[in-house]
């Protein structure tokens, strides 16, 4: 079963959290692919989306820009926010078009 972590910028505590689990409305996961192989990053990210409440949010972290995972979420009605972090990976923050990020 795939699991998430809460995401730490939001100053939560607690320990994984089940995809599915309902929280509040600014909820915001956290899932690390990083150090995985292709397509394992692209596979386990498409199985959290299915799985987030359509007012969360999912933020990867990933060790390359997933650039062909930007054209899967537009197509499914996913907005994205990409960050290049200092230790050369990246943090996507997704959500469901239309929610917005505040």
Request: aromatic share 4%.
């Amino acid at each position: 079963m795939l699991t998430l972590a809460p995401d730490p910028d939001q100053h939560q505590h607690g320990g994984t959290v089940p995809v599915g689990t309902v929280r509040d409305a600014a909820t915001s996961h956290l899932l690390d692919v990083g150090g995985l192989e292709p397509p394992e990053p692209m596979v386990r990210i498409i199985e959290a989306l299915d799985l987030v409440q359509a007012d969360e949010r999912l933020r990867v972290l990933i060790d390359r820009d997933p650039i062909p995972l930007y054209r899967i979420l537009a197509r499914n009605g996913y907005a994205h926010s990409t960050t290049a972090r200092s230790d050369g990976r990246y943090a996507v923050l997704i959500w469901l078009a239309g929610h917005g990020i505040a």
